[in-house]
């Protein structure tokens, strides 16, 4: 079991940036994929970006040339650098560990952080 806590949210004018991080509870150096979403109120949680384990990223239209996702294997750690924020981008974001297993994957979460875009 992957336990993962978000930090780094917080209230940005739009413009703004906000670097966000994900602390995984034990090595990802062998976890598939790393991602984060989010979720609006009313809204779906809808895909924000991804990274597997041999650095392959993945990002909506969305969030492309404005969201960069990294990993660190060596701290256990995921990032999410988010530049030229704006109010739409208001959500939770939610850390995501895909994990593949004989069956298939498993998901883990984490309990999300608060990101606001406001003037």
């Known amino acids: 079991q992957v336990q993962l806590v978000e930090s780094g949210g917080g209230l940005v004018q739009p413009g703004g940036s906000l670097r966000l991080s994900c602390a995984a509870s034990?090595?990802?150096?062998?976890?598939?994929?790393m991602g984060w979403y989010r979720q609006a109120p009313g809204k779906q949680r809808e895909l924000v970006a991804t990274?597997?384990?041999?650095?392959?990223?993945n990002y909506p239209d969305s969030a492309k040339g404005r969201f960069t996702i990294s990993r660190d294997n060596a701290k256990n750690m995921v990032y999410l650098q988010m530049n030229s924020l704006k109010p739409e981008d208001t959500a939770v974001y939610y850390c995501n560990a895909m994990n593949l297993v004989a069956s298939g994957y498993t998901n883990y979460w984490g309990q999300g952080t608060q990101v606001t875009v406001s003037s």
């Open positions: 990274i597997t384990n041999n650095g392959r990223t």
């Open positions: 034990q090595s990802i150096f062998s976890i598939y994929r």
